[in-house]
């Protein structure tokens, strides 16, 4: 295919659609975090996994989302010249989508939990174990991730003259022995981290949901006007669930396969199915909210609640919920253990 061509094209699919994903996305997420930061579930533990997952969204749509259509449109890389931005901007890029793809494990483990022993859900998912392993996940992907502070620097660009700086920040050249050596062995961890665990668990722990949300339909399948929410529940959720696994397999999928390739022939990724596999990654960051949130009924009056109260200055009744959001949640769909 034509340079020129593949360029215009990458430049095109940047400017109409990475701009609206980016903008969709921090507004979708910035209403995510008002809402569960001040709607009647603000006190749950169910708010701080998605809070912390629309503030990790966030993370990635403002910054390597952002440097990706800097440079594609205007030509301007944001980590230059300054060398510790051309450090984090590296390390954001990897660290940023994982860490959103964990949070995504431990919602899904958490309603695991709150379906199946609903009993326990308040010890086990405690608002103070939440922020635990939500910090956990932080702690042990940035670990993880670290070596980008290290091996990425300013070096000069040889392979480009005509670019509007003579500088570049990079890894180790491809003859330096932490591209040869260790980086095909990391591209094949990070897959495992970004995609392969977190769709397994996602994937599993969807399927043993919708089997005690079918299972309690069945056993109330008698029961009137109960019975009908827990139909509806076991459907909204049916597709909740598909969605978020079929979010998943195409965001996250494409863009492991190319980093793996493109580490073990030894080049950068570059062209256009780098440019579409990109917007595939941030696009993940963007379809959370519609995802975890905006389909939800129950978000929705919240949210509107929360910004006539921002808007007005009027003060909406908003009902505080203690404990964990899905313990109510559990409730409708199945029996008490």
Known sequence: MDPRFETMVGYYLNLCLLAPVILFGLLGNCLSMLTWGLGCHRETSTAVLLTALAATDTIVLTMPALEMWAY?????????????????FAWASYFGPSVSSWIIVLITM????????PMK????????????????????LAIMYSPFLFVTDLRPDRDNLTA??????????????????????WMWLDMIVLFIVPFFFVVCGNILILYKLIKSRKIHRKGGPQASTRTKVANAFTIRAIAISISLLVCLF?????EVYNAHIGSSPAGLVYVIVRILLYANSAFNFILYCAIGSGFRKDMK??????CTRKKVRILNADGNMSTHFSRVQTDPM
Do not use: H
């Not at 494409?254 to 190319?258: A, E, M, R």
């Not at 609640?305 to 921002?310: E, G, H, P, Q, Y």
């Open 72 to 88: 594609e449109v205007l030509n301007y890389w944001l980590r230059l010249p300054n060398v510790v931005f051309c450090k984090i």
């Open 121 to 140: 859900v308040r010890y086990l998912c405690s608002r103070s174990k939440v922020r635990m392993f939500i910090v956990g996940v932080y702690v042990v």
């Open 254 to 258: 494409p863009v492991s396969i190319q």
């Open 164 to 185: 509007f700086s003579n500088t570049t920040c990079r890894m180790d050249r491809p003859n330096g022995t932490f591209f040869i050596y260790f980086f095909p062995v």
């Open 305 to 310: 609640a929360v910004l006539m109260t921002l």
């Open 110 to 117: 958490e309603r695991f939990v709150s379906i199946w022993f």
